[in-house]
């Protein structure tokens, strides 16, 4: 499958570290990973550069639940977007 460029959004380092090293194990792909933990550098980053998959924690420090969705999906509408979350709650999944 080749190279593909992820932008994530993340502010736990624990789960950096998780999905650093999942996306290193993988065998179809070679994973590259721009990191920012709040969704404003996150949003200059997408802007600024094409990427094949946004990841994204709804849960930062300037945003959270379903509005940080919502300002990914307007800043790149035509790109897929992973969404991991902690939240437990029905409405927001």
Do not use: K, W
Request: aromatic share 4%; glycine share 6%.
């Amino acid at each position: 499958m080749g190279l593909i460029q992820v932008a994530l959004l993340e502010d736990s380092t624990v789960e950096l570290r998780l999905i650093e090293r999942e996306l290193a194990a993988a065998q179809d792909a070679t994973y590259v990973i721009e990191h920012h933990d709040n969704l404003q550098d996150f949003l200059v980053a997408i802007g600024r550069r094409r990427f094949d998959v946004l990841l994204i924690d709804l849960c930062v420090p300037d945003s959270e639940g379903l509005g940080t969705f919502e300002a990914v999906r307007a800043a790149a509408p035509d790109r897929p977007i992973i969404v991991q979350s902690g939240l437990d709650e029905g409405e927001v999944a």
